[in-house]
Structure formats: C-alpha cells, structure tokens
C-alpha cells in the first residue's frame, strides 16, 4: 500500500492541506501518523483518498435546502432527525439499476452506514471496534444492520 502524504493528498483531491486537516478532524478522511522530522506526519493511503474522492463526488443533498418543497406525501425514510431529501439516489455508473436503494437495505456497508447517518466516520468506526454499535464481518468486510444502526442513532 502506497501512502500519501498531507500535500500530495491535496493535490490528488483538489483542495488545501487545511482542507484535508479538516477531513481527517471530521473523520471523514483517516490519516496514519508516522514520526517525522519535526514530530508526527500524517500519511495517507490512496484507497482511503479514493474512497474520500468518490464520496465527495457522490453526495446528495441532505436536510434543508433552499425552499424547494416536495408535493409527494411519502416523506421517505428517516433515521434520526435527517431524511434523504433526494427520490432517486445518484447511481454510480458501475452499480446495477437494479440494485435496491439505500433508503431501503437492511445491510449497509460501513460507508452507507456513515453516510446514511451523517455521522462522523471517525465516530462510526471507534463505536464498532468498541462494539458498541453492532456490526457483522462478510469476507472482511465490515456491515451493519439497518435496524442496529437506527437503535444506535436512537440512544445518541
């Protein structure tokens, strides 16, 4: 695994070092602290970049926007007090059109489960590794059930 560091992060995303300080501070980005020259260096790896990248290329709009009021009478689902304000969630072009929306798994991947949540990702995972939030571990990848992840959204 090929590591990154602050600067060269940036310039892969697109955005100032102070942004990505602020991705690693909100959780959305990990950052591996290696000793440096002048103390600890963050360091990160490109798949988490990617995944960061994809992301933020990927984000719907979420919770108040400006006016636009919806004429249907299905709200949607709601987990806390956030509801997906978007119908047809955009699609990746690699993703099936059938596959089953995110408003309606019953499984969802860890990066489903934070953005579902709109939780820090920081927050997530130190809450599965502490089991506090259950999770169930497929091939080596890390799920969460939907109705565990709204349990654990409940007791916030």
Do not use: C
């Not at 060269?8 to 690693?24: C, D, N």
Request: glycine share 6%.
């Amino acid at each position: 695994m090929q590591l990154k560091s602050k600067r060269e992060a940036a310039e892969i995303l697109g955005v100032s070092t102070r942004a990505v300080e602020r991705a690693v501070r909100r959780g959305h980005l990990l950052a591996q602290y290696r000793p440096g020259k002048h103390g600890p260096m963050a360091w990160f790896s490109t798949r988490d970049l990617e995944r960061y990248q994809n992301l933020q290329r990927a984000r719907i709009p979420v919770g108040f926007t400006s006016g636009f009021v919806a004429s249907h009478t299905d709200a949607g689902v709601t987990l806390g007090a956030i509801t997906p304000l978007a119908e047809h969630p955009v699609r990746s072009p690699d993703e099936p059109a059938n596959a089953v929306s995110l408003s309606q798994r019953l499984v969802l991947s860890l990066d489903e489960a934070i953005q579902l949540s709109g939780l820090p990702r920081q927050f997530i995972v130190s809450h599965v590794q502490s089991r506090k939030l259950k999770m169930l571990k497929i091939s080596g990848e890390i799920f969460v059930k939907r109705a565990d992840l709204e349990a654990f959204v409940r007791k916030l």
